[in-house]
């Protein structure tokens, strides 16, 4: 499964010390996730499938080389590097999992749920463990401030998904709400990422607030371009289940944008569909609208900011690499 940079595609030393990197880290997660009991080994086996764009992982290891400064190779990452890398790629796997029960999907990463094939008992659990693995990982650094700080990250994660239950069928979210709800779910992870492989390389606090900053408007565009996807992306590329945002009542910036250039008319026409559940019509609306591209050059206005943040940091092939992933956080289709 490819990762979000096409590593094949990047002439550069950078990208094989980065596949090389990415490798130790799936070692020590599939190491920290082993157990027993077989019954439980096949479930994690199942979900590791879900690790498929490896964006966390490949941002604290990117933030923790440019930070760090030529040349770029494996001496100027550390085991605690990889750690922090399977701990967040786990804390995602964890919160894919739980959210796919919210979601009532069916496919992630071309894959069946975990909810769709052993139901949400089993898939709650898994994430359970999933999350109480990352943070047992976690501890074995020996470093309570990176437990702390995760530990915080965790809890803006939840409270974004509780906003987001919050304002389900909420035809009346504002533009502000939407922000602060993916700048928790979303954003702070990806935001604590790169603050995170900062630190770890000693780049001092302007290197790491640029980092941090970097990481919060890039997760922001990333969960845009995600909700543009679910209106507009073709399910056996994307790898997961689509259409769900409108069917359920979440109201994503596309919807917003729409609504907010719509005349008196169509607003109450929209609402009409909205509350009779005619999701695929509404649907259609808002991709023959300015809506959904609207929404993108929100994505690419924040993916913009993001670069302009990375003149702070030491230039140089890991940099550049950077800024490469910053566009293919919205270029991506899947
Ligand atoms: C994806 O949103 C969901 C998130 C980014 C966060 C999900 C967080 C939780 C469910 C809280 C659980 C937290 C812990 C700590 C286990 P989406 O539904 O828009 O994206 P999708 O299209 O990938 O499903
Ligand atoms: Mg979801």
Aim: glycine share 8%; net charge negative; proline share 2%.
């Amino acid at each position: 499964m490819p990762g979000i940079l096409n590593l094949a595609s990047i002439d550069l030393s950078i990208a094989s010390v980065l596949e090389d990197q990415l490798d130790e880290v799936a070692v020590i997660l599939e190491r920290q996730l082993a157990t027993d009991l077989s019954a439980v080994n096949a479930l994690c086996r199942h979900v590791e499938q879900y690790r498929g764009k490896r964006l966390r992982p490949i941002l604290v290891l990117l933030s923790g080389l440019t930070t760090g400064g030529p040349p770029w190779d494996a001496t100027g990452l550390t085991e605690k590097h990889r750690v922090v890398a399977a701990v967040v790629e786990m804390i995602h796997m964890a919160t894919l999992v739980h959210d796919d029960v919210l979601d009532e999907a069916q496919i992630r990463r071309g894959v069946a749920t975990l909810n769709y094939l052993r139901g949400n008992e089993t898939a709650v659990m898994l994430g359970d463990y999933l999350i109480s693995n990352a943070f047992a990982l976690c501890s074995s650094l020996g470093d309570p401030a990176i437990n702390s700080s995760l530990g915080a990250v965790t809890n803006t994660l939840c409270e974004g998904e509780l906003l987001q239950l919050h304002h389900r069928d909420d035809l009346d979210l504002d533009e502000e709400t939407y922000f602060e709800i993916v700048r928790r779910k979303t954003a702070s992870l990806i935001g604590e990422c790169c603050r995170l492989g900062s630190i770890l390389s000693d780049g001092g606090p302007a290197a790491r607030d640029a980092m941090c900053r970097f990481g919060n408007l890039l997760g922001t565009a990333f969960q845009i371009q995600d909700d543009v996807l679910d209106i507009t992306g073709d399910e056996a590329i994307v790898g997961k289940s689509l259409r769900r945002d409108l069917d359920s009542g979440k109201v994503t910036l596309p919807l917003i944008r729409y609504l907010a250039a719509a005349d008196r008319a169509e607003r109450t026409e929209v609402r009409r569909l909205f509350a009779q559940g005619r999701a695929e019509k509404l649907r259609l609306r808002l991709i023959e609208g300015s809506a959904v591209q609207d929404a993108r050059a929100e994505a690419q206005r924040l993916v913009d900011q993001a670069k302009a943040e990375l003149s702070a940091l030491p230039t140089g092939a890991a940099r550049d690499l950077l800024s490469t992933l910053a566009d293919a956080v919205i270029s991506r289709r899947f």
